[in-house]
């Protein structure tokens, strides 16, 4: 089975994709998203959802920081990935990240708690 990771890195994120033919993609992101990067962030998880896998999972085990910004940009991948049939969660947030995400509804994203 072929696989691949890429790797994008802004001011204050990287992030790190991993590719696997029929496996979930997932994205790994490191650091902050807020208004500056939001977008960048939005544009990788739109382009991933449009490559069809079965799954793509944000693991943000290392996310320090996300503000509204990248909260809508969640959503609008979530919207996006359920249009295509993909399947579409987050995973390992830290806690206070979970906890932003508790606040502002996107908890319901979170693989694994339910």
Same mark, same amino acid.
């Given at each position: 089975? &072929?696989?691949? *990771?890429?790797?994008?890195?802004?001011?204050?994120?990287?992030?790190?994709? #991993?590719?696997?033919?029929? %496996?979930?993609?997932?994205?790994?992101?490191?650091?902050?998203? @807020?208004?500056?990067?939001?977008? +960048?962030?939005?544009?990788?998880? +739109? &382009?991933?959802?449009?490559? *069809?896998?079965?799954?793509?999972?944000? @693991? %943000?085990? &290392?996310?320090?920081? /996300?503000?509204?910004?990248? /909260?809508?940009? +969640? +959503?609008?991948? $979530?919207?996006?990935?359920?249009? *295509?049939?993909?399947?579409?969660?987050?995973?390992?947030? $830290?806690?206070?990240?979970?906890?932003?995400?508790?606040?502002? @509804?996107? &908890? @319901?994203?979170?693989?694994?708690? #339910?």
């Amino acid at each position: 089975m &072929a696989s691949s *990771t890429a790797e994008c890195r802004t001011g204050t994120w990287k992030s790190r994709v #991993h590719r696997a033919v029929g %496996a979930p993609r997932v994205i790994c992101v490191d650091g902050e998203v @807020d208004a500056a990067n939001a977008k +960048l962030l939005g544009a990788l998880l +739109l &382009a991933t959802i449009r490559e *069809t896998p079965p799954q793509v999972l944000l @693991d %943000a085990s &290392a996310l320090r920081f /996300i503000d509204s910004s990248g /909260i809508r940009e +969640l +959503l609008r991948a $979530q919207a996006c990935a359920a249009m *295509t049939g993909v399947a579409f969660g987050i995973v390992s947030p $830290q806690p206070a990240v979970r906890r932003v995400f508790e606040l502002t @509804d996107v &908890a @319901d994203l979170i693989v694994g708690t #339910h």
